[in-house]
């Protein structure tokens, strides 16, 4: 009977989510390096920013980092050729503590059983949330168990930032 229960501990851990790194500053956010274009479109574009040093992966926001706005990159569509990619930047403020909070939330475990139902049904965009001196961090989101998309509390808390700026880049699609 032991030995089932060992198993059944085992398994039940490999339902839990994988933690994210702790989040790293960097000098400022970016939309156009290729680690955040590759992690936005599904098909390759050319970056306009050369490929110096790879980009930190997302991860959870330091303690000692005090966000004062944020910048959210997402991909729109692709021009009605398919020659182009477009992305969406935009640069967000206000209750970045009610962010922090939702952003700070753990993922859900994987239930036992179950598949997606369907295609990830909220885009996931690549956030960075900046301090006053300009330095940012790209933060992970918390995901449900079923599919890994993100909690919607987290997108909506985010998505419900006022925009203070947008920018639109038209990225050529590489051959």
């Not at 851990?13 to 790293?24: D, I, L, M, S």
């Not at 598949?115 to 956030?127: F, G, K, L, N, R």
């Not at 949330?129 to 989101?141: I, Q, Y």
Request: net charge negative; proline share 14%; glycine share 6%.
């Amino acid at each position: 009977m032991a030995g089932g229960i060992l198993v059944f501990g085992l398994l039940d851990e490999r339902r839990n989510p994988a933690p994210a790194p702790q989040g790293v500053v960097i000098g400022q956010p970016t939309c156009l390096a290729p680690a955040v274009l590759s992690s936005l479109i599904p098909v390759p574009v050319l970056s306009p920013e050369p490929s110096v040093d790879p980009l930190p992966p997302p991860g959870t926001i330091p303690n000692d980092f005090h966000p004062t706005s944020a910048v959210v990159c997402e991909f729109m569509e692709y021009t009605a050729d398919h020659g182009y990619a477009v992305v969406r930047q935009t640069s967000r403020i206000g209750n970045l503590t009610a962010v922090v909070e939702e952003l700070d939330r753990p993922s859900a475990k994987r239930p036992w059983f179950g598949e997606c139902p369907t295609a990830a049904t909220i885009p996931t965009p690549v956030v960075w949330l900046v301090n006053a001196e300009g330095n940012a961090v790209r933060v992970a989101f918390p995901v449900d168990g079923m599919c890994g998309n993100p909690l919607p509390d987290a997108y909506r808390a985010i998505m419900n930032l006022t925009v203070q700026d947008e920018q639109i880049h038209k990225l050529p699609r590489s051959s």
